[in-house]
């Protein structure tokens, strides 16, 4: 079992940036990915990046592409979600998740096996 806790969300006016954390525990050695995504209001959870924790490999939705920036400190056992240039629309909670499978499509929730509890993302106009 993975837990996974996230931590650093809050309100912000457009423009300004947030750190967002993914602390995991239990059996974090197991972890191939870790995933970043978000749920709006009336909204499907969507892909935001992963990043591959051997080698740090990352990926981005082209939503975020160019200002969010996604790191790891395996020491740590903790991801970060850097945001930069904050839009209204990014507004939602953000939850990360890990996977230990790397022959699942990365960018889908089917591609996890654990979540964290979420943390509220508010960006004001």
């Known amino acids: 079992q993975v837990q996974l806790v996230e931590s650093g969300g809050g309100l912000v006016q457009a423009g300004s940036s947030l750190r967002l954390s993914c602390a995991a525990s239990?059996?974090?050695?197991?972890?191939?990915?870790i995933g970043w995504f978000r749920q709006a209001p009336g909204k499907e959870r969507e892909f935001v990046g992963r990043?591959?924790?051997?080698?740090?490999?990352?990926s981005y939705a082209d939503s975020v592409k160019g200002r969010f920036t996604i790191s790891g400190d395996n020491a740590k056992n903790t991801v970060y979600l850097q945001m930069n240039n904050l839009k209204p629309q990014d507004t939602a909670v953000y939850y990360c998740?890990?996977?230990?499978?790397?022959?699942?499509?990365?960018?889908?929730?089917?591609?996890?096996?654990?979540w964290g509890q979420g943390t509220q993302v508010t960006v004001s106009s």
């Open positions: 998740a890990a996977g230990s499978n790397p022959f699942r499509r990365l960018f889908v929730r089917e591609g996890y096996d654990y």
């Open positions: 239990g059996r974090a050695s197991s972890i191939y990915v």
């Open positions: 990043i591959i924790q051997s080698g740090g490999s990352t």
